[in-house]
Structure formats: structure tokens, C-alpha cells
T-cell receptor
Framework: EAGVAQSPRYKIIEKRQSVAFWCNPISGHATLYWYQQILGQGPKLLIQFQNNGVVDDSQLPKDRFSAERLKGVDSTLKIQPAKLEDSAVYLC????????????FGSGTRLTVV | AQSVSQHNHHVILSEAASLELGCNYS??????LFWYVQYPGQHLQLLLK??????LVKGIKGFEAEFIKSKFSFNLRKPSVQWSDTAEYFCAADRGSTLGRLYFGRGTQLTVWP
């Protein structure tokens, strides 16, 4: 079974620039999550999709972050404009839609804002 | 709000020493509990999980964890660590619902000296 694919692996941008991350979940997984992992901290949920609908985006800084999951498969997370404090690893995860089956994480995108 | 606490931020051990990493969660309802490991430069990997049944859960690489409901704890143990166990360990919990999302602890960095 192929894992959760994310790209790019690394990205360095200047503050106030924009950036986008892409995630392809495991085939058939209805639920997709974006997490932000700041150095020295555990991952924090940014947004959760169920198919192509948003379940939870309460922790997403909506003034600068946006995410979409067209057709209920791939997802993109965008930051515009980026701030220094957005430097983190952005993790995508997917699950079949019922928590009891667990979660599979991608390798993440490491973003550095300078 | 649900939270997960890991009390040990950095643990240093010699090879063959025994390991116990503490994890406590705050949610009083049904929970699923997880331990993930993250090796340098790699994605989160599931070590073990608890959904129900036997509170002593065995995972990969010789790790085990014990769910103690009265203490809201899910401590990770290994009787004899190896140098290759050097990594960051994350405890996580979800609420056991069909639309689960993971709450992570801040992680424990384990360093094993050969």
C-alpha cells in the first residue's frame, strides 16, 4: 500500500511570500488532516477534511492559511503571506474515516521562512 | 479541552538500560491512545495503539505500553534499549469517535549511548 505523499520536502521562502504544499492521501481514505509541527513541539492540527468537506478548522489562522481538498482526494495547504513563526514541518495524514483504524502520516514539508 | 502531557522532554540512557516514558491525557470519555516514533529526518511511525481490551499493549521493536484508566496514563516501556532507539517519541490520543483527530504531546527526545 502506498503511503501518504507530500511535496515538496523542503521549502525556504522570505517572509511575506506565499507557499503551497501538496498532499496525496492513501487511496480510499476519507479523512485528511494537516498538522503543523514547530520545532520542539508535538504536531498541532490545522484542519481536518472528511471527503471534500471541512470538519474542523478551528486552529487554522484563516487570515493567512487556506486549504482545500477538491474531489475529496488530494489536498493543498497555502500560506499567504508567510511569517517567520510559520517555520515548521507541515504534516499530512489520512485515515479511513473512523479513528479506530488509525492514521498514516506523510514525511512532511519542512518550511523555513527567512 | 483535551490535552496530552509528556513529562520527560529529554531522556538519556545507555544501551541495555530500561526505558519508561510517561504520558497522561486529560479527556474523561472514551479514548484511543497511540505512541509514535520519529527518527531523524523521517516521518511519524506508529509504535503501538490502544483501543480497548487488554490494557497492556505490545508494539513493534519490543515496545509496550500500559493503559491505566484510573491514572489517565499510557506509559511507554522497553526493557532494554538499543542505540537505534534514539529518536523522538510522541504520545497521542483521540476521542474514539468516527471523526477522530489526534491530540499530541510535545514529545520526548530519547538519546541512547552505545
Amino acid at each position: 500500500e502506498a503511503g501518504v505523499a507530500q511535496s515538496p520536502r523542503y521549502k525556504i521562502i522570505e517572509k511575506r511570500q506565499s507557499v503551497a504544499f501538496w498532499c496525496n492521501p492513501i487511496s480510499g481514505h476519507a479523512t485528511l488532516y494537516w498538522y503543523q509541527q514547530i520545532l520542539g513541539q508535538g504536531p498541532k492540527l490545522l484542519i481536518q477534511f472528511q471527503n471534500n468537506g471541512v470538519v474542523d478548522d478551528s486552529q487554522l489562522p484563516k487570515d493567512r492559511f487556506s486549504a482545500e481538498r477538491l474531489k475529496g482526494v488530494d489536498s493543498t495547504l497555502k500560506i499567504q503571506p508567510a511569517k517567520l513563526e510559520d517555520s515548521a514541518v507541515y504534516l499530512c495524514a489520512s485515515s479511513p474515516g473512523q479513528g479506530v483504524y488509525g492514521y498514516t502520516f506523510g514525511s512532511g514539508t519542512r518550511l523555513t521562512v527567512v | 479541552a483535551q490535552s496530552v502531557s509528556q513529562h520527560n522532554h529529554h531522556v538519556i540512557l545507555s544501551e541495555a538500560a530500561s526505558l519508561e516514558l510517561g504520558c497522561n491525557y486529560s479527556y474523561g470519555g472514551t479514548v484511543n491512545l497511540f505512541w509514535y516514533v520519529q527518527y531523524p529526518g523521517q516521518h511519524l511511525q506508529l509504535l503501538l495503539k490502544y483501543f480497548s481490551g487488554d490494557p497492556l499493549v505490545k508494539g513493534i521493536k519490543g515496545f509496550e505500553a500500559e493503559f491505566i484508566k484510573s491514572k489517565f496514563s499510557f506509559n511507554l516501556r522497553k526493557p532494554s534499549v538499543q542505540w537505534s532507539d534514539t529518536a523522538e517519541y510522541f504520545c497521542a490520543a483521540d476521542r474514539g469517535s468516527t471523526l477522530g483527530r489526534l491530540y499530541f504531546g510535545r514529545g520526548t527526545q530519547l538519546t541512547v549511548w552505545p
